[in-house]
């Protein structure tokens, strides 16, 4: 049985696709609404990066990025290597 005292939920918001990022957004202020599970709900932050290899990860990325500001999620933009490492000092390699 699950230990529902652990619960986790993600609401990630970047979608390249606009309904998916809505549909996102809306159940995030159903979860918080609810007084049984605002609780479980603990907003934290991950990072994605694409590399430029691909245009269409590359587009993808900008169209989501693009939907998600628009519903006022707050981004921080991580561009050098030194800007990932000063989040996340555990990411070692080579970062192009």
Do not use: H
Request: with cysteine.
């Amino acid at each position: 049985m699950a230990d529902v005292t652990r619960a986790t939920q993600v609401f990630r918001t970047e979608y390249s696709n606009p309904a998916s990022t809505a549909l996102a957004v809306e159940a995030r202020a159903a979860w918080q609404s609810e007084p049984l599970l605002a609780g479980c709900l603990v907003q934290n932050g991950y990072i994605f990066s694409v590399t430029g290899q691909s245009a269409n990860s590359v587009k993808d990325w900008e169209e989501a990025v693009a939907n998600s500001k628009a519903t006022g999620t707050v981004m921080e933009d991580l561009s050098t290597p030194q800007d990932f490492k000063a989040k996340a000092p555990f990411l070692t390699g080579a970062m192009k």
